[in-house]
């Protein structure tokens, strides 16, 4: 449908490594009731089962960035999303997220940051969402903030993700790309909260915190 330019795939080398190493037992801690800083996730739209998903597949129209969508696959290695701190305030690996921080979402395969701007998105014309940035480093309009109900991120708790320089909230409201990636739905930004814009952390590698400063780069949580 002309919106999406396409190009090819590009999978992180690095970040297969990385799991592989948690594989081979590198990898420790109990289970977690909550998100972390550093763990790499896939997050959940609750409303229409969709995973905040990216790929080297620019916008045809708006900003041109690189596209950000949501998908029903679950086992996509491009909706891994790393956790990480804004270029101001940093997010310690393994402490956990608490509400009303703001964080950075860096996709993994690509290394561009969950960004949005005044552009208008594709197919519904609410805020545009796209991926933004070279290795892991943009701009300020990378960085959202954590909307929960609790003192802290938890596992099993629906959030919302505010924009912090727009105050528009991450949402899903059903649209469908046509080809190249036909039935992937466009994640855009509102300004109203509602069902359309909760999420939730579901698979991926969780970093554990730990007591000491020293083991905390060493000690991780997966579940795959």
Known sequence: MGVLSCNFLRISLSFFIFILSCLFGVCLGSELSFVTCGSVIKLLNIKHNVRLH??????GSGSGQQ????VTAVEDSNS??????TRDTAC?????????QTIRL??????????SHYFASPLSSNQE???????????????????????????????RFRHRATDALLSVTGEQYGRPIQGQREVHAMSSPSQHSLWKAMEGV????????AFREE???TEF
């Open 129 to 159: 969402v796209s991926a933004f940035g070279e290795e892991g480093e943009g701009d300020h309009l990378d960085e959202w903030t954590v909307q929960c109900s609790s003192s802290v991120w938890g596992r099993e708790e629906a959030v």
């Open 92 to 100: 310690h690996r393994g402490t956990p997220v608490k509400c009303g």
């Open 106 to 115: 860096t996709h993994v395969n690509t290394r561009r940051n969950l960004h």
């Open 80 to 85: 891994y999303w790393s956790i990480r701190g």
């Open 54 to 59: 990216s790929h080297d597949v620019r916008y």
């Open 219 to 221: 000690h991780i949580h």
């Open 67 to 70: 596209s950000v969508t949501g």
């Open 206 to 213: 969780f970093m554990k915190p730990s007591d000491s400063a």
